[in-house]
């Protein structure tokens, strides 16, 4: 089972039928509110513009859509902010009974490297919120590891070093990952991925004599 890195319009539709398993999202709607989301990232992306000085005017300008579509979606502009920080917690949960992968194959290199992949498909949403530091990278970091340690597969094992060997490799991967997207320009990808196969393996599973 490979790990789901859809595109954004996509995630919006899992999105709202999370929240609403009656509505009928349309491509339309779909791709109207991943529009005022783009416009709404590349605003603050602008001389790392403050969110407190962007109105509704400039995203519906931004945008391409009026004023009166953008309140039909949301309620201000922190509305938006909110909801593309939801989006990328949920998409975790979407991908959550994959992970186990991680734990039986041992972190194999092309098994961290998928992960890496599905994150970093969203990786400017998340280097920008990582970058406002609004407590986005916490939320982020906890609920990765409540993904990777809350699976059936871990949880039904009862096997208390595999408990601690997810706990471990979790924390590894997501802390590498979310560093890498700081310092990108600095650290090549490929070495990462080899960097956090390594961290998360270095003798936590395999070393019996530790037990």
């Given at each position: 089972?490979?790990?789901?890195?859809?595109?954004?319009?996509?995630?919006?539709?899992?999105?709202?039928?999370?929240?609403?398993?009656?509505?009928?999202?349309?491509?339309?709607?779909?791709?109207?509110?991943?529009?005022?989301?783009?416009?709404?990232?590349?605003?603050?992306?602008?001389?790392?513009?403050?969110?407190?000085?962007?109105?509704?005017?400039?995203?519906?300008?931004?945008?391409?859509?009026?004023?009166?579509?953008?309140?039909?979606?949301f309620y201000d502009v922190y509305h938006v902010l909110r909801?593309?920080?939801?989006?990328?917690?949920?998409?975790?949960?979407?991908?959550?009974?994959?992970?186990?992968?991680?734990?039986?194959?041992?972190?194999?290199?092309?098994?961290?490297?998928?992960?890496?992949?599905?994150?970093?498909?969203?990786?400017?949403?998340?280097?920008?919120?990582l970058a406002r530091d609004s407590g986005f990278s916490q939320?982020?970091?906890?609920?990765?590891?409540?993904?990777?340690?809350?699976?059936?597969?871990?949880?039904?094992?009862?096997?208390?070093?595999?408990?601690?060997?997810?706990?471990?490799?979790?924390?590894?991967?997501?802390?590498?990952?979310?560093?890498?997207?700081?310092?990108?320009?600095?650290?090549?990808?490929?070495?990462?991925?080899?960097?956090?196969?390594?961290?998360?393996t270095a003798t936590v599973y395999s070393d019996e004599s530790?037990?």
């Amino acid at each position: 089972m490979k790990l789901y890195a859809c595109s954004m319009e996509e995630l919006v539709v899992y999105y709202k039928l999370k929240q609403n398993p009656d509505e009928k999202v349309s491509p339309n709607l779909a791709s109207t509110i991943t529009t005022i989301i783009d416009a709404l990232v590349e605003l603050l992306k602008r001389d790392n513009t403050s969110i407190d000085k962007i109105t509704v005017k400039d995203i519906a300008a931004k945008s391409g859509y009026s004023r009166t579509t953008f309140y039909i979606h949301f309620y201000d502009v922190y509305h938006v902010l909110r909801t593309l920080e939801d989006m990328l917690l949920y998409h975790l949960d979407l991908n959550s009974e994959v992970y186990y992968l991680l734990f039986l194959d041992r972190l194999q290199n092309n098994v961290v490297k998928e992960v890496y992949d599905m994150l970093n498909h969203y990786g400017k949403y998340i280097t920008l919120l990582l970058a406002r530091d609004s407590g986005f990278s916490q939320q982020y970091k906890e609920k990765f590891i409540s993904v990777m340690t809350n699976t059936s597969e871990v949880k039904n094992s009862g096997d208390i070093r595999m408990m601690y060997y997810s706990s471990v490799c979790a924390s590894a991967m997501i802390e590498s990952y979310l560093f890498w997207l700081k310092h990108k320009e600095k650290i090549s990808y490929d070495i990462i991925v080899k960097t956090s196969n390594k961290i998360a393996t270095a003798t936590v599973y395999s070393d019996e004599s530790m037990w």
